[in-house]
């Protein structure tokens, strides 16, 4: 899969734009970024500037990856088995939908592209990303992956 490209303006730059952070929050969060690493949207959540919804309705605005609101998508348990569980809690990974060779995921960090190649490899399928928020992705993963 190709590496998504950035469209224009940078996270913060969104955030502040849509009037959901300040220049302010956006500098004490890369400072915090800075010391302790980690990803800026989960750091500004993190720090109660913004939640997850906020930060995906940006990424999506940033790298055009389509969203997916899991919270109301119904999974299937048999596309689940197509991707290990432990690979799938690793990378924060919901398989969504088969079609012939692609497979459709949801996951909260697109731009990990080791675990697109991994779920590619393992699954010998194309992928196609949608995003999702951190708390869908583990409340999904958990319904799908439940002792039966």
Known sequence: MAPKKRIGKKLGEILIKNSLITEEQLQRALDFQRGEGGLLG??????????????VQALTVQYGFPYIPLENYELKKEIA???PENVARQYGIVPVDVMGNILTIAM??????????DVEMITKKKVQ???????????ALNKLYKES
């Open 42 to 55: 989960e750091i500004l959540v993190k720090l109660g500037y913004v939640n997850e919804h906020d930060i």
């Open 81 to 83: 088995k197509i991707l």
């Open 108 to 117: 909260s960090n697109p731009l990990n592209e080791r675990a697109i190649e």
């Open 129 to 139: 990303v949608f995003i999702s928020t951190v708390t869908a992705i583990y409340g």
